[in-house]
């Protein structure tokens, strides 16, 4: 069973510009970033044997040169415009169900 730990997004509404990042807890934990929307965007995902290497590799994805001010989402909060399960993953640093 996967959790979605924590969730990020860049607070960009359009179609090339939007980026959304999730750290993920299996039996390893995953970080997961899309580029674009979610009809058309591309997802790369890495797996982690701890939280502190999937926490470097987010730090490095939200410096990284993107349109929008990255922003934490709050619990239950659904971005304008989203409309795949994953836009409604929970976030927060409490520990939470799965995403799609």
Known sequence: MEEVVRRWWNGSWGRLARRDVWLVRQTRWKVI????DTETGRVLRWEYETEQE???MIDRLLRADTGGQWREQEAGAVPRGG????SRAPAGPRRRNTER
């Open 33 to 36: 970033a899309r580029a674009g």
């Open 54 to 56: 999937a926490a470097l």
């Open 83 to 86: 409309s795949d399960d994953t």
